[in-house]
């Protein structure tokens, strides 16, 4: 699935879910990624707590079904997403083009040592990538740059 935000700012699972929390320069939402759903968007909303000021979060008090809850982002300000999930997938940051970036899929593999060209996928040649990771669970992985992508699995 893609989704366009307007210039994600950053982006973040909540722990334990495939629910995905967004903040952009407009506000908050979070999406259900494994349905596409929205459950909750808030215009305006900083992705701070009432009475505090982050101006570069690495993480955000969520809203809807996570109100209260802090969920640990990633973006421009820099925290880190996943980069592995529990049954052996990878992502990594490619820039064979600097300063043009992009994002690779290492497929698990049972080879200990050895790593070859035919194990990694390149996701998507971006310009500049804001963040990538997986979900706790590894069925979810979103790729942000000026739009977001999520893909899915079972």
Known sequence: MEYFFEMPVAMGFAPGTEWLVVLTHDGLTVVDAKTGETLADEP???????????????SV?????LIGQR???????????????PDGW??????????????????PCDRASSES????????DWGSLRAFGFSDSGQSLVVASEFLSLWTRD
């Not at 305006?44 to 690495?58: K, W």
């Not at 008090?61 to 079904?65: A, L, M, Q, S, T």
């Not at 969920?71 to 999930?85: M, R």
């Open 44 to 58: 305006g909303h900083s992705g701070n707590a009432e009475g505090e000021c982050d101006p570069y979060p690495v």
């Open 61 to 65: 008090v969520g809203i809807g079904p």
């Open 71 to 85: 969920i640990p982002v990633a973006g421009l300000w820099g925290g880190g997403l996943k980069a592995f999930t």
């Open 90 to 107: 990878q992502v990594r940051r490619i820039a064979p083009n600097w300063p043009y970036e992009g994002m690779v899929l290492k497929v």
């Open 117 to 124: 060209v035919k194990d990694f996928l390149v996701v998507k």
